[in-house]
């Protein structure tokens, strides 16, 4: 059975660092293109960061030079890094994973990030 656990989120003021995580059970960490989504109230789902097997990466134009996505193979688990936050990045982070046979996305339940003084 698939799971995605995430952590790492929580209050941060602004211009502050958090490090979210996600740790993937199941045999398909290393068949999966792994991104990282979010949604503030109000808003659509809408794609972060993602990294694919070979570590290819792409980001929304909004985090661009201030999230660093990455993963770790031997680990099961995919990280987001957020320095500099903005009250724009107030919003619940999920970590999916893309099956690359047959695209079926799974998701984790969320995180809460929250960016304020």
């Known amino acids: 059975q698939v799971q995605l656990v995430e952590s790492g989120g929580g209050l941060v003021q602004p211009g502050g660092s958090l490090r979210l995580s996600c740790v993937v059970s199941?045999?398909?960490?290393?068949?999966?293109?792994m991104g990282w989504y979010r949604q503030a109230p109000g808003n659509q789902r809408q794609l972060v960061a993602s990294?694919?097997?070979?570590?290819?990466?792409n980001y929304a134009d909004s985090v661009k030079g201030r999230f660093v996505i990455s993963r770790d193979n031997a680990k099961n688990t995919l990280y987001l890094q957020m320095n500099s936050l903005e009250p724009e990045d107030t919003a619940v982070y999920y970590c999916n994973a893309k099956y690359i046979y047959n695209e079926y996305d799974y998701w984790g339940q969320g995180t809460q990030v929250t960016v304020s003084s």
């Open positions: 199941g045999s398909i960490f290393n068949r999966a293109i």
């Open positions: 990294i694919t097997i070979g570590d290819r990466t």
